[in-house]
Antibody, heavy 119, light 110 residues
Framework: EVQMLESGGGLVQPGGSLRLSCAAS????????MSWVRQAPGKGLEWVSG????????YYADSVKGRFTISRDNSKNTLYLQMKSLRAEDTAVYYC????????????WGQGTLVTVSS | QSALTQPASVSGSPGQSITISCTGT?????????VSWYQQHPGKAPQLMIY???NRPSGVSNRFSGSKSGNTASLTISGLQAEDEADYYC??????????FGGGTKLTVL
């Protein structure tokens, strides 16, 4: 069974940093691209970042470029999102998701972790 | 990276069919084979319902179908059931190497 379990969310002050993790199981993690998607309270889905499998290429939404860094550790079956210079508008539930191919469709999702940016 | 345009809400009675539209540009929906649809129930993670414009993942009911014409993709749900009441989102690969979502459509089963 494919499973993704996010962790690392919490309350952080504006300007602060946080690192999210996503532990994957039930599939060959190293063979698939992965993405982070967020959903602000009561709002729609917003793709945040993606990472390929082959060469580790990374992709970002304009709203987080330069502040967020996606990475993966295939030996630990884990996806990461390092977030810096956090703003109130980054407050959201962050989901990790398995991509069918790089930046295409997301066929399995975790349950999400809530990040709240507030003083 | 503008969001794709979806109607805010649609509704239908049990047994009826409904269609949700998703309008983009030539840089995303119109130029991409990677258009997807997701269903999200309150408090739950999204679930992939359609990928690559027309394909259903294993386990998704054949009452769900997808299509595309020009810059507009569509999700059709036939034989509407109470359990279909949820939010629906489209997404598309965009030429800027990003993934763009629609604003979401709330489906109400009357």
């Amino acid at each position: 069974e494919v499973q993704m379990l996010e962790s690392g969310g919490g309350l952080v002050q504006p300007g602060g940093s946080l690192r999210l993790s996503c532990a994957a199981s039930g599939f060959t993690f190293s063979s698939y691209a992965m993405s982070w998607v967020r959903q602000a309270p009561g709002k729609g889905l917003e793709w945040v970042s993606g990472i390929s499998t082959s060469d580790g290429s990374t992709y970002y939404a304009d709203s987080v470029k330069g502040r967020f860094t996606i990475s993966r550790d295939n030996s630990k079956n884990t996806l990461y999102l390092q977030m810096k210079s956090l703003r109130a508008e980054d407050t959201a539930v962050y989901y990790c998701a398995k991509d069918r191919r790089t930046i295409s469709s997301l066929d399995y999702w975790g349950q999400g972790t809530l990040v709240t940016v507030s003083s | 990276q503008s969001a794709l345009t979806q109607p805010a809400s649609v509704s239908g009675s049990p047994g009826q069919s409904i269609t949700i539209s998703c309008t983009g540009t030539r840089s995303d929906v119109g130029g991409s084979d990677y258009v997807s649809w997701y269903q999200q129930h309150p408090g739950k993670a999204p679930q992939l319902m359609i990928y690559d414009v027309t394909n259903r993942p294993s386990g998704v009911s054949n009452r769900f179908s997808g299509s595309k014409s020009g810059n507009t993709a569509s999700l059709t749900i036939s034989g509407l059931q109470a359990e279909d009441e949820a939010d629906y989102y489209c997404s598309s690969y965009a030429s800027s190497d990003t993934l763009v979502f629609g604003g979401g459509t709330k489906l109400t089963v009357l």
